[in-house]
T-cell receptor
């Protein structure tokens, strides 16, 4: 079955630690996105990539980094510079600009 | 910048009641408009979309009409079911901004038997 796989489902971060969230898609989509979801605040865009080897900052990129070395993969690293990382992180992909997004099932990140 | 505003939740209804969730938007161009639904512990799924003024999106008994004159895209359903309980997000996308989705804050719907 085609889809988007996020892992792990739950992740815990210690103070000063970098952690990486995985996102893989087998839909052959060009565009991929990372959103952060906080209770009562909807979704906010962290980074997006419209094509391999290219990505742009979203609205809340500080403290995060991404790479897009392969079409099917768009990992997100939450660095120690992100002071409030506890949130639900959602990865999505689409065939291109303005098309519908397909979402993964999310990763809940918590700070120990 | 572009933004989306939804009515605050939670919305609690009895089964078979009529549902309206209000959504208004601010955009510089001519956006596409979407409704996404999120069931507990899951990612979001597209519910319906409309790409130009006066378009009506519909799916699973839900409808929304793109109203450019009132910059609105209200979600409606004539008779809700317990299984419709979820969080509903209104969103817009503009091609001149890379097609990224801008979401409203979400409206939680709870349907009681």
């Amino acid at each position: 079955d085609g889809g988007i796989t996020q892992s792990p489902k739950y992740l815990f971060r210690k103070e000063g630690q970098n952690v990486t969230l995985s996102c893989e898609q087998n839909l052959n989509h060009d565009a991929m996105y990372w959103y952060r979801q906080d209770p009562g605040q909807g979704l906010r865009l962290i980074y997006y990539s419209q094509i391999v080897n290219d990505f742009q900052k979203g609205d809340i990129a500080e403290g995060y980094s991404v790479s897009r070395e392969k079409k099917e993969s768009f990992p997100l690293t939450v660095t120690s510079a992100q002071k409030n990382p506890t949130a639900f992180y959602l990865c999505a992909s689409s065939t291109g600009v303005g098309e519908k997004l397909f979402f993964g099932s999310g990763t809940q990140l918590s700070v120990l | 910048g572009d933004s989306v505003t939804q009515m605050e939740g939670p919305v609690t209804l009895s089964e078979e009641a009529f549902l309206t969730i209000n959504c208004t938007y601010t955009a510089t161009g001519y956006p596409s408009l979407f409704w996404y639904v999120q069931y507990p512990g899951e990612g979001l799924q597209l519910l319906l979309k409309a790409t130009k003024a006066d378009d009506k999106g519909s799916n699973k008994g839900f409808e929304a009409t793109y109203r450019k004159e009132t910059t609105s895209f209200h979600l409606e359903k004539g008779s809700v079911q317990v299984s419709d309980s979820a969080v509903y997000f209104c969103a817009l996308s503009e091609r001149n901004q890379g097609g990224k989705l801008i979401f409203g804050q979400g409206t939680e719907l709870s349907v009681k038997p």
